[in-house]
């Protein structure tokens, strides 16, 4: 019985994919996080509906609880964990147009066609 319920909550969870896709188009806007001003406090963290938004490595910085950076390579730049760092937090997370987000850090976003 308990593994028939077991079973029936997870059915809603979606599989992973075999391999990881690149965004089907460029986002205007790119978020990125201040590391000065994060506490690390992760609140943004399940508010990303891409789930990009991840702890500092262990070993950057030499404090107990690191801050947060976003994988750029998946962000969509929907603005949430923005607002939700501004309104709950320390406004730590702020958007940048793409074009100056790439000039600013070199890093070019890409795209798929279609």
Same mark, same amino acid.
């Given at each position: 019985?308990? @593994?028939?319920?077991?079973?029936?909550?997870?059915?809603?969870?979606? =599989?992973?994919? @075999?391999?990881?896709?690149?965004?089907?188009?460029?986002? @205007?806007?790119?978020?990125? %996080?201040? =590391?000065?001003?994060?506490t690390? +406090?992760?609140v943004?963290?399940?508010?990303?509906? %891409?789930?990009? /938004?991840?702890?500092?490595?262990?070993? @950057?910085?030499? /404090?107990?609880?690191?801050?947060?950076?976003?994988?750029?390579?998946?962000?969509?730049? +929907?603005? /949430? +964990?923005?607002? %939700? +760092?501004?309104?709950?937090?320390?406004?730590? /997370?702020?958007?940048?147009?793409?074009?100056?987000? =790439?000039?600013?850090?070199?890093?070019?976003?890409?795209?798929t066609?279609?």
């Amino acid at each position: 019985m308990a @593994k028939r319920r077991r079973a029936e909550f997870y059915r809603s969870i979606p =599989e992973l994919p @075999k391999a990881m896709q690149t965004k089907k188009r460029k986002p @205007k806007l790119m978020a990125v %996080v201040d =590391e000065d001003n994060c506490t690390g +406090c992760q609140v943004c963290v399940p508010f990303c509906p %891409v789930d990009c /938004i991840s702890t500092v490595a262990g070993g @950057k910085y030499d /404090i107990p609880i690191p801050p947060v950076q976003i994988r750029f390579n998946e962000c969509i730049g +929907c603005q /949430i +964990c923005a607002r %939700v +760092c501004t309104q709950l937090t320390w406004d730590a /997370i702020r958007m940048l147009p793409i074009a100056e987000f =790439e000039k600013t850090y070199q890093i070019t976003i890409g795209q798929t066609a279609g």
